[in-house]
């Protein structure tokens, strides 16, 4: 039995008035989307409890078919454990973006003018994080670590938790002053934001960024506490022999890493709309023709293009999806000589209304080999998924239906 998951990050939204009241799906061209909800089971899927945050870390468990309601954490240790952190249970993490501010942390005007500081290259932060690392060793039991892009973490070793902290996705071009953090650490906190300003604005790397017309990574900011996961064995949930993650993003490989699966390694995948779509299903169909029996195929996307207002990347970033992904891996299942299996969803919409995550449930199809539904015309959208009457909740049983 062959299954896959391909997870469009952030795609499902509300009606977009510059195109004409359609969401993404509804403007985007998706026909092996669209196959999928008329000859799979299709409907909504509620991915993110109620009560619990819109991320990226609870919205994925529970497609990964955890229940983030047990296996929960928080998120900096999942992207630990992709990064390579041994922890040990009486650690806390933090997840620590590199962001553009528009002045110093301290300044009650000051504003969140872009949380990915333009995306900065994994090479650029990198030599940040270094230039942060005689900073961070004046707090024993501190560490910073290098993640992805504007994606890194800092570890407190044997401390308390408590930290009233916000997604800095969350407070796009809004003034930081009632998001600095409060609670446990928060002293720690803001004085590491003040003293990597001073140190990050004037930083060659910026200069270069700025001579480059590009945005610095000017200041720290930090977020989703939490401490090491224990999550159930992949394998020993669904009894699925080999399973495999494939994610340009920490925080997915860190899931998949958490629940025994091989993180597959695909060179020229970014986490944005500038990547190399095609490479993701050439990873996946390789893995498969090897003997993997699973493999989740997260696209981030449509998510970035979500929350940087991109309209119509969003929308070329879903056909891409379709086209270079969603067909050709689907192709090779009927070709397998296997029994095989297939569900598409986004996580969470992210709505270029609000430029951030709602709890909104979500569109999915779960296709199969063994099932024939006929749901008539239908397209994968928000709007058809509803019409179904069909609402999956919590997401986190798909999985059971998937590789049964």
Excluded at 143 to 157: A, D, I, W
Excluded at 242 to 260: K, P, T
Excluded at 362 to 369: C, E, G, Y
Aim: hydrophobic content about 40%; charged content about 20%; overall charge negative.
């Amino acid at each position: 039995m062959k299954s896959v998951v391909f997870l469009c990050d952030g795609a499902a939204d509300r009606p977009i008035p510059q195109l004409g009241g359609k969401t993404a799906f509804e403007a985007a061209s998706h026909p092996n989307l669209d196959f999928m909800a008329r000859h799979g089971r299709f409907g909504l899927a509620r991915t993110v409890p109620e009560g619990m945050p819109p991320g990226s870390d609870t919205a994925n468990l529970s497609v990964f078919g955890y229940d983030p309601k047990v296996y929960y954490t928080g998120r900096s240790p999942l992207e630990a454990a992709s990064i390579g952190i041994p922890l040990d249970l009486r650690d806390v993490t933090y997840r620590c973006n590199f962001v553009m501010l528009s002045g110093h942390p301290d300044d009650p005007d000051t504003v969140m003018a872009d949380y990915s500081a333009g995306e900065i290259t994994t090479e650029e932060a990198a030599r940040l994080v270094e230039a942060l690392q005689p900073i961070i060793g004046d707090y024993a039991g501190a560490e910073l670590h290098t993640g992805v892009s504007y994606r890194h973490c800092l570890v407190l070793r044997g401390a308390a938790e408590g930290a009233v902290l916000t997604p800095p996705h969350d407070i796009s071009n809004r003034r930081i002053l009632p998001y600095l953090p409060t609670g446990t650490h928060a002293d720690l906190m803001r004085t590491l934001m003040a003293r990597s300003y001073a140190l990050l604005k004037d930083h060659p790397v910026n200069l270069d960024r700025m001579q480059r017309g590009l945005h610095p990574a000017n200041c720290m900011w930090m977020w989703g506490e939490g401490r090491k996961p224990d999550l159930t064995p992949f394998w020993e949930k669904y009894g699925v022999r080999h399973s495999a993650v494939i994610s340009a993003v920490d925080l997915i490989q860190g899931i998949g890493l958490c629940a025994g699966m091989e993180r597959l390694i695909v060179p020229g995948i970014t986490g944005t709309y500038h990547t190399d779509f095609s490479a993701k299903a050439r990873a996946a169909i390789e893995a498969m023709e090897k003997g993997c029996d699973f493999v989740y195929i997260h696209i981030e996307a449509p998510d970035e293009c979500g929350h940087h207002n991109e309209i119509h990347e969003k929308v070329w970033a879903i056909e891409q999806i379709d086209e270079k992904i969603v067909g050709p891996v689907l192709e090779y299942l009927r070709t397998c000589g296997q029994g095989w299996s297939a569900l598409a969803c986004p996580d969470h919409p992210t709505p270029i209304e609000v430029l951030t995550h709602t709890p909104d449930p979500v569109p999915f199809a779960l296709l199969r080999h063994d099932e024939q539904h006929d749901n008539g015309d239908v397209r994968f959208t928000e709007a058809d998924a509803a019409k179904t009457g069909l609402l999956v909740d919590p997401a986190c049983t798909l999985m059971g239906l998937l590789v049964k």
